[in-house]
């Protein structure tokens, strides 16, 4: 099975981004996922008003996730799919704390809740895959690590099917959080493929690729991954994200 799938950041909707908020932004957001033609969009900072408008503009995917708040309060990590090529088998979404069971908890220092969103998909080939998306802290390193921890074992308790980890992860490539997630196996689409110095993915509606990347998409050992690039365009005249979306193909 190959599939493409992007790591999103949507920024979420404030109004003092003048120019740059979201109602401006919609649909340069959704024309940036259609023309990836990924089959699987991982998101963050959407709340569910502004997934409810993106997902308007882009009828051939549906959507799942809940809000790190609980049910539709608070950010999602919500994942976007084509449905007419995966079916969901199973989801959820747990949260990166002490209790994890309980979404809306904060542990480690953490300046807000963090939560990760999974979905078991089944392809129109009958091959299974699993997708977990997060959007670990901005603030804390130990929440970061801690979360990287939590979601490494939640991956490594499902056995058998091939797994994929996206994200904003709010760290840059030499820290401990992602070397934490290189040992467990997973492997790190930039440094798997041609693309070894990707720049910034964080830009702050400047765009520019001077720094480091802090959005990542991972793969299994089993994956290969055939390509991986961040997506600076622009589209309807402005910059669909203060993130740019990271697209990698894989083969399953």
Same mark, same amino acid.
């Given at each position: 099975m190959e599939i493409a799938v992007m790591s999103f950041n949507l920024r979420i909707h404030v109004a003092e981004d003048g120019e740059n908020a979201w109602p401006n932004r919609i649909e340069a957001a959704a024309k940036a996922i259609l023309s990836s033609e990924a089959a699987v969009i991982c998101t963050q900072e959407g709340s569910l008003p502004m997934l409810q408008s993106l997902a308007s503009l882009l009828p051939d995917y549906e959507w799942t996730g809940e809000?790190?708040?609980?049910? +539709?309060?608070?950010?999602? %990590?919500?994942?976007?799919?084509?449905? $007419?090529?995966?079916?969901?088998?199973? $989801?959820?979404?747990?949260?990166? $704390?002490?209790?994890? +069971?309980?979404?809306?908890?904060?542990?480690?220092?953490?300046? %807000?809740?963090?939560? %990760?969103?999974?979905?078991?998909?089944?392809?129109?080939?009958?091959? +299974? %895959?699993?997708?977990?998306?997060?959007?670990l802290d901005h603030i804390s390193e130990e929440a970061r690590n801690r979360g990287a921890m939590l979601i490494r074992d939640r991956m490594d308790a499902v056995t058998g099917t091939a797994a994929i980890l996206t994200g904003d992860f709010n760290c840059e490539p030499e820290s401990r959080t992602v070397e934490i997630l290189n040992q467990a196996g997973l492997h790190q689409t930039y440094s798997s493929h041609k693309e070894t110095k990707p720049g910034c993915t964080y830009h702050g509606f400047a765009g520019g690729d001077e720094g480091e990347p802090i959005d990542y998409i991972f793969a299994a050992p089993q994956i290969q991954i055939l390509s991986a690039?961040?997506?600076k365009s622009k589209y309807e005249g402005r910059y669909p994200s203060d993130h740019y979306p990271v697209i990698a193909t894989l083969q399953i």
């Open positions: 809000g790190r708040e609980g049910g +539709e309060q608070g950010e999602f %990590c919500a994942i976007f799919y084509k449905k $007419s090529m995966l079916k969901p088998v199973e $989801s959820g979404t747990f949260g990166l $704390s002490e209790r994890p +069971e309980q979404l809306g908890f904060k542990s480690w220092n953490t300046g %807000c809740p963090r939560i %990760c969103t999974w979905v078991k998909f089944q392809h129109t080939d009958g091959e +299974e %895959c699993l997708i977990f998306n997060t959007h690039h961040v997506d």
